[in-house]
């Protein structure tokens, strides 16, 4: 089972490269997020399924991402992934955040804000950055066989774009948090008194 596209994969094929990630959404039309949203229409139907398949296919190819996750960390069998509750309920959770996402293509705005909170979080969870994109790589693999005809370049265009603008945001939001957790430690550190030694 084979997909068009593999690992970090995610740059829009353009002739004129955004200047940054967060960028390539300047880069969707109006016509890209019609189809992105059209195509969320049919995908939202098999949204548990697509959630499985995207994170079966992760561990798959990207066996090192299973070490952010407690849960699945020891898990060899993939079939034994297939059939896990908490890997369904991680996969709907991720795939309610794209659900957000597409319907705040409207509201960059909003948009913007999702993905930075969603970034802090996973600095929480000690999930890195360099994880990210390969979700979005897994995820157009797993909704291509479920829109059959309707997946075409274009719409594929469309979706590396979405994905390279969200996790962009999401990798700046992990570093602010990595930033303000640092300089937390280092106020916390100044502001403990010197403990001088007041025995007589």
Not at 28 to 55: H, N, P, R, Y
Not at 96 to 110: G, H, M, N, P, Y
Not at 142 to 160: C, M, R
């Amino acid at each position: 089972m084979g997909c068009a596209i593999s690992g970090l994969g995610l740059a829009p094929r353009q002739t004129t490269e955004p200047k940054s990630e967060e960028d390539a959404v300047a880069h969707l039309t109006g016509d890209q997020i019609d189809m992105i949203k059209d195509s969320w229409k049919v995908i939202q139907e098999d949204i548990a399924k697509v959630g499985i398949i995207m994170f079966v296919r992760l561990f798959e190819t990207h066996p090192e991402c299973k070490d952010v996750f407690f849960l699945f960390r020891d898990v060899e069998d993939l079939e034994r992934l297939r059939t896990s509750r908490e890997l369904r309920a991680h996969g709907l959770r991720v795939m309610s955040f794209i659900e957000k996402t597409v319907a705040r293509l409207d509201q960059l705005e909003r948009l913007e804000h999702l993905a930075l909170e969603l970034g802090k979080s996973h600095y929480r969870y000690n999930a890195p950055p360099k994880y990210y994109g390969y979700v979005g790589a897994e995820f157009i693999c797993a909704v291509q066989p479920i829109l059959k005809d309707q997946w075409t370049p274009e719409l594929e265009e469309a979706w590396k774009s979405l994905f390279q603008y969200v996790t962009g945001i999401m990798k700046r939001g992990y570093q602010e948090e990595e930033r303000s957790r640092r300089h937390h430690v280092v106020v916390s550190a100044k502001e403990r008194p010197d403990k001088k030694n007041t025995a007589l």
